[in-house]
């Protein structure tokens, strides 16, 4: 008995096999939507088709696919499993927006639509309406496009390709958040090599959308990620950047995790030690090369999402804002994505109310380690108390302020123990306090004797 | 009520995802003596992994014991995880009509605050099984029924075998009691060690819980 070892296979040459099967699948949609699944997903599938006839293996991917198309049941039925398979998991690109409109009446129509052009090129083929959270339309939009194929071989020459035009399947799940009035466009990309345009696409969809009776609004990305790169906070670094100035155009790549784009400049115009010890402040330069960048216009960004250890690309086309979501280890899903944007969707909703800016800039503004304390600073703005606590958790959650606290209790008592201070470090004051005559002054495990304040903070040195 | 107390600010606090925010709040909520409970989980691996050097009659009185010694040691150090003041109050060994109660958890009002505790009524139960095997869904079905005639809706299994992910059907066994409202959430080595190494105790058993009642296949003890 002899064993047989696989040679091993590279990545690389795994991942050229991919796309390779992916490009010559483009034009069949069984077989697409193959290619658009993992094996998971497929074996899913194949159980909901009924399982595999008796004793067929579905060890390896083509496996599965084979015993899928042997099922027996009609290709309507194959298709229509495939893609409620495709709906579930979310692909590489997204495009946010908001909407407006009955969804109700959206879903009744789309059931109606069900395999119709609804726009130039794109068919509505599947509505998934069964799942609490959101509602998703998978949209179809098929068009030309040049790929590169391999030809017969020809002597004398080792490769001979040559173009093929080919039908191009892109599909593009809506998922529509109804509680929060929010859509996703989430899309997977096509291969590289073939020629298409994802503005065009996405202008496709929300047309689509539309006959259905929603009018989809796309999120001002720009002027969100704008105001985050300006605050300079802890939970979202610009990390890449396509800079666009009057003089030409500057591209920017610091290395994710080490340093934000802000801080490569930083490193780069900073003075040498024989400038007889003229080292500009960093926190300076730093403020002045953020609102330098803030004057000119973004192309394509990167940003790292710091508490999900996620990059995403954003490039900004005619429809809007594209983000390419490069999970790392990080597993892909929907509900991440809408957590990471949620930030995003909050501060759009806000941007525009000058009261809103008016906090916001007193906040952004403060100085490294500065306290805002609550009493003070509510006082200092004519809105009312919720709406300013509304500002201040919104800048919490962009890392732009931690909260800090302090035991409610005397000045002349607080100085006796030592902690006059502001402490980020909650759990030290979770204990009774008592005053040199044993007598129990402050219980600091109730939540009405600590008090709440918010300390400034900003990236410095590396960006985690 | 003034609002610039944390009465105000910690239900705000609690909707902020950042793990350096959260983790302070769990630990305020639920503080722990942590001096005291790594001497206690040292002592406890030590003592589990005494063996006799006596032979025959001698070694099996050891055993015995050790075996004591291991039981009042686990029930000690359970006991530390939540005597401080939390969002649980313990007691301990408490009789009922048919039975024992190895640890009778209160929920008290700062506790309402974490998401473990907020459906769970007025108490929570706790096991302590300080067994070399591990549990099986014998012992999860078992469990559910004594937390049925103690009117309990979530239950803390304590194990202390090597740690180990969970068999299929235990986790099928905490899935299906789980969907009729009984939740069973195992703890083992690998939480306690989590907790030792500085994790907050009520983030670890949120995390263990959501793995049990999503019956993950990562759910681990």
């Known amino acids: ?318 429809a809007g804002a594209d983000f390419l979501f490069i999970w790392g280890h990080t597993d892909p899903s929907f509900a991440l994505a809408d957590k990471m944007i949620d930030l995003f969707y909050s501060l759009a909703g806000c941007l525009d109310s000058p009261t809103f800016n008016e906090i916001w800039s007193a906040i952004v503004d403060l100085t490294k380690d500065g306290v805002i304390t609550l009493g003070d600073f509510r006082g200092r703005f004519k809105a009312t108390a919720d709406t300013i606590d509304e500002v201040i958790t919104q800048a919490v959650k962009l890392g732009l302020l931690i909260p800090v606290f302090r035991l409610k209790a005397d000045d002349d008592f607080l100085e006796e123990l030592g902690r006059t201070d502001w402490t980020p470090n909650l759990p030290e004051l979770g204990q009774i306090f008592k005053d040199s005559a044993g007598s129990v002054v402050v219980d600091g495990s109730k939540p009405e004797n600590i008090l709440v304040a918010f300390r400034r903070v900003r990236v410095r040195g590396g960006a985690t | 009520m003034s609002n610039d107390t944390l009465t105000h600010w910690l239900p705000e606090l609690m909707k902020i995802t950042a793990a350096e925010i959260n983790d302070k709040l769990y630990e305020w909520l639920s503080p722990i003596d942590r001096k005291r409970f790594t001497c206690l989980y040292a002592r406890l691996e030590k ?75 007025p108490h929570v139960v706790g096991e302590a099984k300080c067994h070399a095997n591990p549990p099986s869904s014998q012992l999860v079905n078992e469990m559910v029924a004594f937390l049925q005639t103690v009117s309990a809706k979530l239950g803390l299994l304590f194990v202390f075998c090597s740690s180990r992910v969970l068999k299929s059907e235990v986790r099928t066994a905490i899935a299906i009691h789980s969907a009729r409202g009984t939740i069973i959430v195992p703890v083992g080595r690998k939480q306690l060690e989590a907790v030792r190494d500085g994790a907050p105790i009520m983030r670890v058993l949120s995390t263990q819980r959501v793995d049990a009642e999503n019956h993950l296949t990562k759910l681990a003890i």
């Open chain 1, 1 to 318: 008995m002899y064993r047989v070892i696989k040679p091993m296979v590279s990545s690389r040459k795994r991942t050229e096999t991919r796309r390779r099967r992916v490009r010559e699948k483009l034009d069949d949609p069984v077989e697409s939507l193959f290619a658009a699944l993992t094996v998971s997903e497929k074996r899913s599938a194949l159980a909901d088709l009924g399982g595999p006839p008796t004793g067929q293996a579905t060890r390896d991917s083509e496996a599965v696919e084979k015993a899928i198309l042997e099922s027996g049941r009609s290709t309507e039925d194959i298709l229509t499993i495939l893609r409620r398979y495709e709906v579930g998991s979310p692909k590489k690109h997204f495009f946010f927006c908001t909407f407006t409109g009955d969804v109700k009446k959206a879903v009744k129509s789309a059931k109606q639509h069900l395999g119709r052009q609804l726009a130039k090129n794109v068919v509505l083929s599947f509505v998934r309406d069964d799942d609490e959270r959101a509602i998703y339309f998978l949209l179809e939009r098929t068009t030309h496009g040049i790929v590169w194929v391999e030809l017969p071989g020809q002597e004398g020459y080792p490769v001979v390709r040559g173009k093929k035009q080919t039908k191009v399947r892109h599909a593009t799940i809506c998922r529509i958040d109804v509680a929060n009035g929010r859509v996703m466009l989430n899309y997977p990309g096509l291969p590289v090599g073939i020629d298409y345009d994802y503005a065009v696409a996405i202008s496709g969809c929300m047309e689509a959308i539309a006959k259905l009776g929603l009018h989809l609004e796309p999120l001002p990305v720009r002027a969100c990620i704008s105001s985050v790169i300006s605050a300079k906070g802890r939970r979202v670094l610009p990390v890449r950047g396509d800079v666009i100035t009057p003089e030409g155009s500057l591209r920017l790549r610091s290395l994710a995790g080490k340093a934000s784009i802000q801080q490569l400049i930083a490193r780069l115009v900073e003075a040498g030690p024989d400038k007889d010890g003229g080292v500009p402040d960093e926190p300076e330069i730093l403020d002045r090369i953020t609102h330098n960048l803030g004057q000119h216009t973004f192309n394509t960004i990167g940003l790292l999402w710091i508490e999900e250890r996620v990059l995403t690309r954003v490039e900004f086309n005619d």
């Open chain 2, 47 to 121: 003592v589990v992994a005494w063996k006799s050097p006596n032979k025959g009659k001698k070694a099996k009185t050891d055993q015995g014991r050790r075996s004591r010694l291991i039981g009042r040691l686990y029930e000690r150090l359970l006991v530390v995880l939540f005597t401080a003041r939390g969002g649980l109050s313990v007691e301990t060994n408490l009789r009922n009509t048919t039975s024992e109660i190895d640890l009778l958890l209160k929920v008290e009002p700062s506790g309402l605050a974490l998401p473990l505790l907020r459906d769970v009524g």
